[in-house]
Structures are given as structure tokens and as C-alpha cells.
């Protein structure tokens, strides 16, 4: 018989939390997951092009403290056993690697990864099969009979594959580095960011001051007035203007693997991408490859350069989903959702309609918003603590004195009311919704709602526009007509869409 080898993991692609909206048990393959997190940015924006590449994006803020690369075994935080698992899983997945090819697949230079390929040389478990004048580097690595016994005992106990893991205490020092409190927020800036909105002045000038704090934010009113919209607004505000930030692949914690770079979460502003094509272009190493070269890489190649991550959540957010996710298969684990969002903004949508009550969720959240930290629980019983660093924003239209108690709103610096517009701003909405939608615009459209509805008693929204247009373009599509607004077409969709239930 011969040794069925493990199924590998991808070693950029660590296995990945249910996403918000996406059924557990549906697969998450990359357009869906893709097309939830594009969401969070409005139609029509230009922040990104088709090839992924900034356009038009401003970087008002620096980039946070890159964490410096490390020259030896001692300075990566990590033993020499577990550098050597990885190099034998590795071989084990592979069959045989190059000296350089350990290196790129660990994030480490090759002056790290050679320690561990000379420890397993010299205990009999790898051997060199070929190699030429370069040096280990450009040598052939098989694994020998003992190796692959080896391997087989470092599968069984963790089955994780890929870049090379952080300690936990170099991890929290970078997280306090980087933290969002302290945020430069201009006035202008944040406008810009709210270029897609119409919002009221006097709302603006209360979410800039909150920003700045780097505090959780609790943003209540009536339905259908925009409160979502400008939490994920506040989220593209970080996300653009709030500087780069870096993010681990995976950190180390309790003799634990936890996965934390996400690529459906973490947009990457790095060269990882040039890393990989300067790695290929170079099959034995060179003066030109970062992971062989005389001078030190740009900075620790284990994290990847991100710009601040945006979590949102709803309805979906259960007690479970804020705790580590482990694979019992595997024996690793996936960070929560609120810790991938470290550093950036993680939001709460829809507030108190959750499947957990509130008074449980708040529970779970009172200890992080004061201290600053939370804790996590291995599958063994252990506890450790791990940093709470992001702008956490509660969005609701329930009633708050239902939801929370004082206890808990102390703990919130910044509440946030969003109520209905008036008539100009709603007026300005209308007009914008009509742009958008290559609509020409109608005041009379206005006029006619507010005397047939809002000044009968009827409160406006400032949702309103977007789904009347929407009607209005479904019944010219159906009619196989122009789209254009006008009273008659006005009242058409305003009876469908006003109706009393």
C-alpha cells in the first residue's frame, strides 16, 4: 500500500468564516463572496479598476509601521520544530522542493528556512537529490522514509500548509500601531468619502468627531433613512483614506494556528503579486528575489499589506460566529470575524434582530469595548487575549431604550441620530436617485408626493426615491417604453408602493 497524501489547503487562501448573507451551507466561491463585500461601495464608484488597480483613490494617511523582516530563527518568534512541520508537510504535499522554493512558500528568508533544512538533513529526515554551485538555495530536497513518517505525525497534528505564522506577541503590538483611534478626519476627506450621499450637514459633523475617537458608534432612527448607508459610508471613509494597514496570514497563539488574512475581507496594496512573479522568474534565487537576497526584504513578507478592512454583518450574527473557528479535521483555526476586522470597521447591521438576543450580544461586546481587548478559546479550555482594535459601528431602528441599557450606552461615546429628511433634502435625494439612474429629473414628481402623502400624514423616507424609481423603471420595461417620470406614472408606483397592508 502506498501513503494517501492529505488533501492540501490553499497556502494563501486559509479557510474562511460563513460570510454575511451566504447560507452556510451554500458554497462560497469567489464572485459571491466578491459581489457581498462590493456592495459595501456605491454604484458607479471609481475607486477600483477592472484589474484590481487603484484609480482616482487619494492616500491622505501613511501607511502604518511595516513589521521589519527577520534575519534569523530567534527573531520570526517561532521554534525550530515548528519551522521544520512546515518544511516536512511541505515535501510531504510537493514531493520535492527547491532550497528557494521553501522560502517563498513560508514568507521567510532563506536564511531563516535553512536552519530548519539543515536540522532535518541532519536528522536523517530530508535528503539532497540534486544542486548546483549556487548553494542550498538551488538544492533538491527529498524526504526520506523517516521523513514521511514525520510528516505523517506533523499532519496528524495540525494540517495547516502556507506562509509561516506570527507569534501572538508580535501580532498585538502591531494591532496598537495601527489602531484606528487617532484617524485623521477632515472635513473635506470625509465629504469626499460621502460623495454618493446626500446627507445633512449636521449628521456629518457628529460621524467626524467619532471617527477621530477610533470608538463604537451607535447610529438608530426610523427605517428606510440611510443609517446603513452611512455606516458602510464610514467603512469606505477607513477604507480610503484611513491608510494601509498589515495584516498577518496566520498567527501563532497557545501552540495554535489561527488563520487571519482573508481574502475576501483584506484588499491587498502590497507587491505580493510582483513577489510571486520575480519568485518564478528566479527558479534557483537570485539577488533579485526578496526571499535570497543579500539585503533584507522591504519588510516581514508573513503579512500582507491591506487597506483597512470593512466587516459587515445582520441579522445572520450569532454568539458563535464572534468565537474561533476550529476544524477538527484540519486542527487549526480561523480567526472570528471581528478580529479579522481589527484595525478597521466591523459593523452590526439591523441591530436587535439578530437570532441571539441583544442583552446576550451586549454582553458579549461590553468587556472589548472597555478594555480594549478580547479574549478567545482554544477547542482545549485555554484562554488567551487578543487585541479589540477597530471602529465598531451598531446600526438599528428599533427603539434603543428597548435594545440596551445604560450600562451599555456609557460604553458607546458616540449616538447618532438619523431621522427622516425634510422636504429640501428630500428633494436633493430624489434628484441624485434620478442622476444615478440616467433619469431626468421632475420636481413636479416632489410636489406630487408631498401633496398626495407626506403632508397628509405620511413621513417620507429617504429610501423613498430609489424604490419609486425602481417601480417607475419596472413598468417602463414591461411597457416597452422610455424610461421617464412624470405624475401619472408617479402615482402608478406610489400606489403599489404605499399601499396599506
Request: charged share 25%.
Amino acid at each position: 500500500m502506498t501513503d494517501r497524501k492529505p488533501e492540501p489547503l490553499a497556502p494563501q487562501s486559509p479557510l474562511a468564516l460563513p460570510i454575511p448573507g451566504i447560507a452556510e451551507s451554500e458554497p462560497q466561491t469567489g464572485s459571491n463572496v466578491a459581489d457581498l463585500y462590493d456592495k459595501l461601495f456605491s454604484e458607479g464608484s471609481d475607486w477600483e479598476t477592472e484589474s484590481g488597480t487603484q484609480s482616482h483613490v487619494p492616500r491622505d494617511a501613511a501607511a502604518a509601521t511595516a513589521p521589519p523582516a527577520p534575519l534569523t530563527l530567534r527573531q520570526t518568534g517561532l521554534t525550530l520544530g515548528t519551522i521544520s512541520d512546515l518544511i516536512l508537510k511541505q515535501l510531504y504535499l510537493q514531493g520535492n522542493l527547491l532550497g528557494i522554493q521553501f522560502a517563498r512558500q513560508m514568507r521567510l528568508p532563506f536564511a531563516v528556512v535553512e536552519e530548519g533544512l539543515r536540522f532535518l538533513k541532519d536528522d536523517k529526515c530530508i535528503e539532497v537529490t540534486s544542486g548546483d554551485l549556487v548553494g542550498p538555495v538551488s538544492y533538491r530536497f527529498n524526504l526520506t522514509d523517516l521523513g514521511r513518517k514525520r510528516a505523517r505525525e506533523a499532519f496528524e497534528l495540525c494540517r495547516y500548509v502556507g506562509p509561516a505564522p506570527v507569534p501572538l506577541d508580535a501580532y498585538a503590538p502591531q494591532c496598537r500601531r495601527q489602531t484606528v483611534t487617532g484617524t485623521e478626519c477632515s472635513a473635506e476627506a470625509l465629504q469626499r468619502a460621502f460623495g454618493n450621499l446626500v446627507i445633512r450637514d449636521d449628521v456629518l459633523q457628529d460621524l467626524g468627531p467619532a471617527v477621530c475617537s477610533g470608538k463604537s458608534i451607535f447610529v438608530y432612527g426610523p427605517p428606510g433613512n440611510g443609517k446603513t448607508m452611512i455606516a458602510k459610508a464610514l467603512g469606505n471613509f477607513l477604507n480610503l483614506y484611513g491608510g494601509d494597514i498589515y495584516v498577518p496570514y496566520a498567527i501563532y497563539a497557545e501552540n495554535s494556528i489561527i488563520t487571519i488574512f482573508d481574502p475576501t475581507i483584506h484588499r491587498p496594496t502590497d507587491n505580493a503579486d510582483v513577489l510571486d512573479q520575480i519568485a518564478s522568474e528566479n527558479e534557483t534565487g537570485s539577488i533579485t528575489d526578496p526571499f535570497f537576497s543579500r539585503n533584507s526584504p522591504p519588510f516581514d513578507l508573513r503579512w500582507r499589506r491591506v487597506r483597512r478592512p470593512v466587516v459587515i454583518t445582520a441579522g445572520e450574527l450569532t454568539l458563535e460566529m464572534l468565537d474561533l473557528r476550529y476544524n477538527s479535521a484540519s486542527n487549526f483555526y480561523t480567526a472570528p470575524l471581528h478580529i479579522k476586522a481589527n484595525c478597521g470597521v466591523f459593523l452590526i447591521d439591523d441591530f436587535g434582530r439578530q437570532i441571539v438576543s441583544p442583552r446576550d450580544l451586549l454582553n458579549r461586546w461590553i468587556m472589548p469595548l472597555e478594555e480594549r481587548v478580547d479574549f478567545l478559546t482554544l477547542a482545549t479550555g485555554r484562554k488567551f487575549s487578543v487585541p479589540f482594535e477597530q471602529l465598531i459601528i451598531f446600526s438599528t431602528n428599533l427603539d434603543p431604550r428597548e435594545l440596551v441599557d445604560e450600562a451599555f450606552l456609557r460604553r458607546i461615546q458616540h449616538k447618532i441620530f438619523v431621522g427622516p429628511p425634510d422636504r429640501e433634502l428630500f428633494g436633493d435625494i430624489f434628484k441624485l436617485c434620478c442622476q444615478q439612474r440616467s433619469i431626468e429629473f421632475d420636481s413636479a414628481c416632489v410636489d406630487f408626493l408631498y401633496h398626495e402623502f407626506y403632508d397628509r400624514g405620511k413621513t417620507p423616507r429617504a429610501s423613498d426615491p430609489r424604490d419609486l424609481l425602481e417601480i417607475v423603471r419596472s413598468i417602463c420595461r414591461y411597457r416597452r417604453q422610455d424610461v421617464v417620470i412624470s405624475k401619472e406614472l408617479m402615482a402608478e408606483a406610489a400606489r403599489r408602493f404605499f399601499v396599506q397592508m
